[in-house]
């Protein structure tokens, strides 16, 4: 089958800023964001060969997914309630929003309670927005621990969503020295309107929602 065109023009504008920045376009996983868009546009990306997709709420991707489970990747790139933590365990392959104490401990009762272990991703609300999740960037070195020590979580890396009116690229270096140095080699970031600048600054998953299936209605 032909790729929708727009998947086309994301996939090959990952691979040529990959190369920019002196990487491989296969260190680089697009994560489809597929929350909110109606079937008719998830399906034939799905069918051009992205097995990798983000949603933002557990029922929703539930609802989405459970028939085709085997076929994808999923991450939970939503924020995440721990009344959900259950669930989110049960059906993600990667959380990528894990932003407090409380949710660190709920994520690794389930997780020894179901015997599954989704890849962990820590939130840092870089711009340290007041309506955004994350951790601050000034305790996410004591969270990073914490997660680690006093949970056993392994986590895999960082994701931020730098502030809309503010340029990226110092979000995602502030999120790449604070990876750095606790040792972790995942960074999510990177979204429509600057994936590119993402890979130049390291990412290793950008989250590309309406550049690939188009605004949502």
Known sequence: MT????????????????????RAAGNVTLVAVSKMQPWEAVAPVL?????VFGEN???????RWSERRGEVTLHLIGPLQTNKAADAVAFFDVIETVDREKLARVLAEEMQKQGRAPRLYVQ???????????????EA?????????T??????GLMCIPPVDEPA?????LLAKIA???GLAGLSMGMSDDFETAIAFGATAVRVGSAVFGART
Not at 57 to 63: G, H, I, N, T
């Open 3 to 22: 790729a929708p065109p727009a998947y086309a023009d994301v996939v090959a504008r990952i691979a040529r800023a990959a190369q920019a920045a002196g």
């Open 47 to 51: 069918a051009a060969g992205q097995t």
């Open 57 to 63: 709420r557990v029922q929703e991707a539930v609802a």
């Open 124 to 138: 840092v609300n870089t711009g340290e927005e007041p309506q955004k999740a994350g951790v601050i960037p000034a």
């Open 141 to 149: 070195d004591a969270f990073i621990a914490l997660c680690r020590a």
């Open 151 to 156: 949970y056993g979580l392994h986590i895999e």
């Open 169 to 173: 690229g110092p979000h995602f270096a």
């Open 180 to 182: 750095a140095r606790n």
